[in-house]
Protein backbone atom coordinates (compact mmCIF):
# COMPACT_ATOMS: atom_id res chain seq x y z
CA UNK A 1 0.00 0.00 0.00
CA UNK A 2 1.60 3.78 -0.89
CA UNK A 3 2.43 5.84 1.93
CA UNK A 4 -0.33 9.06 2.37
CA UNK A 5 2.10 12.08 1.86
CA UNK A 6 2.21 14.32 4.76
CA UNK A 7 1.44 17.24 2.67
CA UNK A 8 -1.94 15.87 1.62
CA UNK A 9 -2.87 14.18 4.99
CA UNK A 10 -2.47 18.24 6.33
CA UNK A 11 -4.93 19.68 3.70
CA UNK A 12 -7.84 16.49 4.16
CA UNK A 13 -7.56 17.45 7.53
CA UNK A 14 -7.50 21.72 7.18
CA UNK A 15 -10.19 20.69 4.43
CA UNK A 16 -12.44 18.32 7.13
CA UNK A 17 -12.00 21.57 9.89
CA UNK A 18 -13.48 23.97 6.95
CA UNK A 19 -16.26 22.00 6.51
CA UNK A 20 -17.20 21.68 10.13
CA UNK A 21 -17.10 24.96 10.85
CA UNK A 22 -19.23 26.01 7.88
CA UNK A 23 -22.04 23.45 9.16
CA UNK A 24 -21.33 25.26 12.99
CA UNK A 25 -22.31 28.79 11.19
CA UNK A 26 -25.45 27.13 9.20
CA UNK A 27 -26.61 25.99 12.39
CA UNK A 28 -26.73 29.26 14.00
CA UNK A 29 -28.15 31.20 11.58
CA UNK A 30 -31.24 28.92 11.68
CA UNK A 31 -30.41 27.56 7.44
CA UNK A 32 -29.72 24.05 9.30
CA UNK A 33 -32.59 22.56 11.87
CA UNK A 34 -31.82 20.06 14.15
CA UNK A 35 -34.01 17.42 14.89
CA UNK A 36 -36.49 18.09 18.33
CA UNK A 37 -35.82 16.03 21.13
CA UNK A 38 -38.82 14.65 21.68
CA UNK A 39 -41.30 15.40 24.70
CA UNK A 40 -40.30 13.36 28.06
CA UNK A 41 -43.89 12.41 28.40
CA UNK A 42 -44.48 8.75 27.96
CA UNK A 43 -46.38 7.17 25.37
CA UNK A 44 -48.68 4.89 26.11
CA UNK A 45 -48.72 1.60 23.64
CA UNK A 46 -52.30 -0.66 23.20
CA UNK A 47 -51.57 -3.80 23.50
CA UNK A 48 -54.48 -6.19 23.15
CA UNK A 49 -53.90 -9.79 24.70
CA UNK A 50 -55.10 -12.47 22.04
CA UNK A 51 -56.47 -14.34 25.14
CA UNK A 52 -58.30 -11.20 26.24
CA UNK A 53 -59.43 -10.70 22.71
CA UNK A 54 -60.95 -14.25 22.60
CA UNK A 55 -62.91 -13.84 25.65
CA UNK A 56 -64.91 -10.84 24.96
CA UNK A 57 -65.73 -12.55 21.88
CA UNK A 58 -66.64 -15.68 23.67
CA UNK A 59 -68.53 -13.44 26.04
CA UNK A 60 -70.42 -11.78 23.81
CA UNK A 61 -71.58 -15.10 22.16
CA UNK A 62 -72.53 -16.30 25.23
CA UNK A 63 -75.20 -12.89 25.67
CA UNK A 64 -76.49 -13.17 22.39
CA UNK A 65 -77.49 -17.06 22.54
CA UNK A 66 -78.73 -16.12 26.54
CA UNK A 67 -81.03 -13.30 25.37
CA UNK A 68 -82.11 -15.24 21.81
CA UNK A 69 -83.19 -18.32 23.79
CA UNK A 70 -84.54 -16.57 26.53
CA UNK A 71 -87.14 -14.17 24.20
CA UNK A 72 -87.82 -18.08 22.44
CA UNK A 73 -89.04 -19.07 25.97
CA UNK A 74 -89.34 -17.44 29.70
CA UNK A 75 -88.56 -20.72 31.09
CA UNK A 76 -85.21 -21.22 29.38
CA UNK A 77 -82.39 -21.26 32.02
CA UNK A 78 -79.38 -21.91 30.29
CA UNK A 79 -76.93 -23.56 28.12
CA UNK A 80 -74.69 -26.72 29.02
CA UNK A 81 -71.48 -26.48 26.63
CA UNK A 82 -68.97 -29.24 26.58
CA UNK A 83 -65.60 -27.43 25.96
CA UNK A 84 -64.60 -30.63 23.93
CA UNK A 85 -68.04 -29.64 21.67
CA UNK A 86 -69.34 -33.50 22.59
CA UNK A 87 -73.14 -31.91 23.91
CA UNK A 88 -74.30 -28.06 23.79
CA UNK A 89 -77.74 -28.09 24.85
CA UNK A 90 -79.98 -25.25 26.35
CA UNK A 91 -82.26 -26.83 29.51
CA UNK A 92 -85.54 -25.08 31.17
CA UNK A 93 -87.03 -25.53 34.49
CA UNK A 94 -91.08 -25.51 35.20
CA UNK A 95 -91.26 -25.24 38.54
CA UNK A 96 -94.69 -26.35 38.77
CA UNK A 97 -97.39 -27.77 36.79
CA UNK A 98 -98.75 -24.31 36.97
CA UNK A 99 -97.19 -21.12 35.17
CA UNK A 100 -96.85 -17.87 37.53
CA UNK A 101 -99.68 -16.67 36.42
CA UNK A 102 -101.88 -18.90 37.52
CA UNK A 103 -102.81 -21.12 34.28
CA UNK A 104 -101.70 -25.15 33.69
CA UNK A 105 -99.33 -25.33 31.29
CA UNK A 106 -100.03 -27.53 28.22
CA UNK A 107 -97.74 -31.14 28.61
CA UNK A 108 -98.00 -34.13 27.72
CA UNK A 109 -97.47 -37.97 28.29
CA UNK A 110 -94.50 -40.12 27.11
CA UNK A 111 -97.76 -41.38 24.43
CA UNK A 112 -98.40 -37.86 23.52
CA UNK A 113 -101.86 -37.22 25.38
CA UNK A 114 -102.10 -34.04 27.03
CA UNK A 115 -102.99 -34.23 30.58
CA UNK A 116 -105.39 -32.48 31.76
CA UNK A 117 -105.56 -33.79 35.35
CA UNK A 118 -102.05 -32.26 36.95
CA UNK A 119 -102.69 -34.19 40.79
CA UNK A 120 -99.81 -36.38 40.17
CA UNK A 121 -97.09 -34.15 38.30
CA UNK A 122 -94.81 -31.96 38.84
CA UNK A 123 -92.80 -29.48 37.32
CA UNK A 124 -90.17 -31.92 35.84
CA UNK A 125 -92.86 -33.73 33.95
CA UNK A 126 -94.12 -30.59 31.99
CA UNK A 127 -90.90 -30.48 29.49
CA UNK A 128 -90.10 -34.39 29.35
CA UNK A 129 -91.71 -34.57 26.43
CA UNK A 130 -92.59 -31.22 25.72
CA UNK A 131 -89.96 -29.02 23.33
CA UNK A 132 -89.47 -26.17 25.25
CA UNK A 133 -89.41 -23.86 21.54
CA UNK A 134 -92.52 -25.09 20.72
CA UNK A 135 -94.64 -26.11 23.49
CA UNK A 136 -95.80 -29.10 21.47
CA UNK A 137 -95.55 -33.37 21.94
CA UNK A 138 -92.13 -34.48 20.70
CA UNK A 139 -90.86 -37.92 21.16
CA UNK A 140 -88.75 -38.25 18.36
CA UNK A 141 -87.35 -35.26 16.97
CA UNK A 142 -86.06 -33.63 20.24
CA UNK A 143 -87.12 -36.32 22.97
CA UNK A 144 -88.58 -33.41 24.59
CA UNK A 145 -86.63 -30.83 26.13
CA UNK A 146 -83.25 -31.05 28.90
CA UNK A 147 -84.75 -29.51 31.75
CA UNK A 148 -83.57 -28.53 35.39
CA UNK A 149 -84.96 -30.16 38.47
CA UNK A 150 -88.48 -28.21 39.48
CA UNK A 151 -86.96 -28.11 43.09
CA UNK A 152 -83.62 -26.03 42.21
CA UNK A 153 -82.64 -22.70 42.22
CA UNK A 154 -79.54 -21.63 40.74
CA UNK A 155 -77.85 -20.97 44.26
CA UNK A 156 -78.36 -24.40 45.52
CA UNK A 157 -75.20 -26.87 46.22
CA UNK A 158 -76.38 -29.24 43.34
CA UNK A 159 -77.69 -28.38 40.15
CA UNK A 160 -80.13 -31.18 38.43
CA UNK A 161 -80.32 -31.84 35.35
CA UNK A 162 -82.14 -34.16 32.95
CA UNK A 163 -81.70 -35.06 29.49
CA UNK A 164 -83.14 -38.15 27.31
CA UNK A 165 -80.42 -40.69 25.68
CA UNK A 166 -81.90 -41.86 22.51
CA UNK A 167 -81.80 -45.51 20.80
CA UNK A 168 -79.71 -45.57 17.34
CA UNK A 169 -82.60 -45.81 15.51
CA UNK A 170 -83.78 -42.14 16.09
CA UNK A 171 -80.70 -40.77 16.75
CA UNK A 172 -78.17 -42.30 14.43
CA UNK A 173 -75.61 -39.57 15.00
CA UNK A 174 -75.52 -40.01 18.60
CA UNK A 175 -75.96 -36.29 19.13
CA UNK A 176 -78.86 -35.26 20.25
CA UNK A 177 -79.60 -34.87 24.24
CA UNK A 178 -77.55 -36.13 26.29
CA UNK A 179 -76.84 -39.16 24.23
CA UNK A 180 -73.41 -38.29 24.40
CA UNK A 181 -73.11 -38.85 27.71
CA UNK A 182 -72.55 -42.62 26.96
CA UNK A 183 -69.04 -41.64 25.89
CA UNK A 184 -68.34 -40.93 29.43
CA UNK A 185 -68.94 -44.42 30.09
CA UNK A 186 -65.64 -45.05 29.15
CA UNK A 187 -62.72 -44.05 30.62
CA UNK A 188 -60.52 -43.23 27.40
CA UNK A 189 -63.04 -40.23 26.53
CA UNK A 190 -62.49 -39.06 29.99
CA UNK A 191 -59.51 -36.69 29.29
CA UNK A 192 -60.97 -34.63 26.30
CA UNK A 193 -64.42 -34.11 27.48
CA UNK A 194 -63.64 -33.22 31.29
CA UNK A 195 -64.52 -29.45 31.44
CA UNK A 196 -68.23 -28.08 30.74
CA UNK A 197 -69.27 -24.37 30.69
CA UNK A 198 -72.53 -23.68 32.28
CA UNK A 199 -74.12 -20.03 30.27
CA UNK A 200 -76.52 -18.50 32.54
CA UNK A 201 -78.32 -15.29 32.67
CA UNK A 202 -75.35 -13.05 34.42
CA UNK A 203 -72.70 -15.84 35.04
CA UNK A 204 -70.57 -17.84 33.83
CA UNK A 205 -69.68 -21.12 35.44
CA UNK A 206 -66.70 -23.26 34.66
CA UNK A 207 -66.75 -27.49 35.90
CA UNK A 208 -65.08 -30.51 35.66
CA UNK A 209 -66.09 -33.96 35.85
CA UNK A 210 -65.37 -35.54 39.00
CA UNK A 211 -67.05 -38.79 39.35
CA UNK A 212 -69.35 -40.69 36.61
CA UNK A 213 -71.41 -44.04 38.06
CA UNK A 214 -74.23 -45.77 37.05
CA UNK A 215 -77.43 -45.63 39.25
CA UNK A 216 -79.70 -48.93 39.17
CA UNK A 217 -83.29 -48.35 40.16
CA UNK A 218 -83.91 -51.59 40.71
CA UNK A 219 -81.71 -51.58 43.77
CA UNK A 220 -82.48 -50.56 46.92
CA UNK A 221 -79.40 -49.44 48.75
CA UNK A 222 -79.08 -47.20 45.61
CA UNK A 223 -81.59 -45.06 46.50
CA UNK A 224 -80.34 -44.91 49.99
CA UNK A 225 -76.63 -44.08 49.37
CA UNK A 226 -76.60 -42.52 45.90
CA UNK A 227 -79.12 -39.72 45.84
CA UNK A 228 -78.10 -37.60 43.27
CA UNK A 229 -81.57 -35.77 43.44
CA UNK A 230 -80.27 -34.20 46.60
CA UNK A 231 -80.49 -30.14 45.75
CA UNK A 232 -78.60 -29.30 49.01
CA UNK A 233 -76.70 -32.82 50.45
CA UNK A 234 -77.37 -32.38 53.89
CA UNK A 235 -81.29 -31.99 53.58
CA UNK A 236 -83.72 -34.68 52.50
CA UNK A 237 -85.73 -33.37 49.92
CA UNK A 238 -87.99 -35.27 49.92
CA UNK A 239 -88.69 -35.85 53.98
CA UNK A 240 -89.66 -32.71 54.81
CA UNK A 241 -86.28 -31.21 53.83
CA UNK A 242 -84.74 -32.75 57.25
CA UNK A 243 -80.84 -31.91 57.90
CA UNK A 244 -79.26 -34.91 57.48
CA UNK A 245 -75.33 -33.41 58.57
CA UNK A 246 -73.30 -36.46 57.69
CA UNK A 247 -75.09 -37.20 54.07
CA UNK A 248 -72.86 -35.65 51.76
CA UNK A 249 -69.64 -37.01 53.26
CA UNK A 250 -71.32 -40.10 52.80
CA UNK A 251 -72.31 -39.19 48.96
CA UNK A 252 -68.91 -38.60 47.85
CA UNK A 253 -67.63 -42.08 49.77
CA UNK A 254 -70.73 -44.21 47.96
CA UNK A 255 -70.20 -42.25 44.53
CA UNK A 256 -66.28 -42.83 44.61
CA UNK A 257 -66.63 -46.54 45.49
CA UNK A 258 -69.52 -46.66 42.48
CA UNK A 259 -67.80 -44.56 39.94
CA UNK A 260 -66.63 -46.38 36.60
CA UNK A 261 -63.39 -45.04 37.07
CA UNK A 262 -60.99 -42.81 38.92
CA UNK A 263 -61.11 -39.26 37.08
CA UNK A 264 -58.56 -38.02 40.01
CA UNK A 265 -60.89 -34.84 40.73
CA UNK A 266 -61.46 -35.00 44.60
CA UNK A 267 -65.23 -34.03 45.82
CA UNK A 268 -65.39 -31.95 49.31
CA UNK A 269 -68.21 -31.56 51.47
CA UNK A 270 -67.51 -27.54 50.44
CA UNK A 271 -68.21 -28.11 47.06
CA UNK A 272 -71.06 -27.16 44.69
CA UNK A 273 -71.99 -29.58 41.90
CA UNK A 274 -74.44 -30.19 38.69
CA UNK A 275 -75.26 -33.45 38.54
CA UNK A 276 -76.43 -34.62 34.77
CA UNK A 277 -78.63 -37.61 34.60
CA UNK A 278 -80.15 -39.53 31.70
CA UNK A 279 -80.73 -43.40 30.83
CA UNK A 280 -78.00 -46.30 29.68
CA UNK A 281 -79.06 -47.49 26.27
CA UNK A 282 -81.08 -50.24 26.65
CA UNK A 283 -82.11 -49.92 30.31
CA UNK A 284 -84.34 -47.00 30.00
CA UNK A 285 -86.33 -46.60 33.49
CA UNK A 286 -83.83 -49.15 35.39
CA UNK A 287 -80.23 -48.22 34.86
CA UNK A 288 -79.27 -44.22 34.77
CA UNK A 289 -75.76 -42.69 33.72
CA UNK A 290 -74.77 -40.06 36.57
CA UNK A 291 -72.01 -37.42 36.00
CA UNK A 292 -71.37 -35.10 38.94
CA UNK A 293 -69.60 -32.23 38.20
CA UNK A 294 -67.42 -29.81 40.20
CA UNK A 295 -67.67 -26.03 40.20
CA UNK A 296 -64.17 -24.70 39.75
CA UNK A 297 -65.02 -21.05 38.62
CA UNK A 298 -67.97 -18.33 38.29
CA UNK A 299 -67.71 -15.25 36.18
CA UNK A 300 -70.32 -12.38 35.77
CA UNK A 301 -70.58 -11.23 32.28
Not at 165 to 180: G, I, L, M, Q
Not at 188 to 198: I, M, P, S
Request: glycine share 6%.
Amino acid sequence: MNKVNKKTLFGLIVSFLAILASIFVLIQAGVINLPQKADSQPVEEVIVDDDEEKLRKQLEEYRQLYDENKAINEDYVGDIIFDSGLIKVSFVQAKSVYKEDGTMYTFYTEDGKQVTDPGDYTGNDVYIWTYWKTGEYDYNDNGGSTFMDYRNNLADQNLIVYGHHFSVWNDETRTKAFTPLEQLLEQENYAANRYVTLVLQNEIRKYEIAVVYEFNATREEDYIDLQYWRTNYNYDDYDGNAYDPDYYKNYIAAIKKAQMYETGVELSENDQTLTLQTCIGGHAGELFEIVVLRQISSQSY
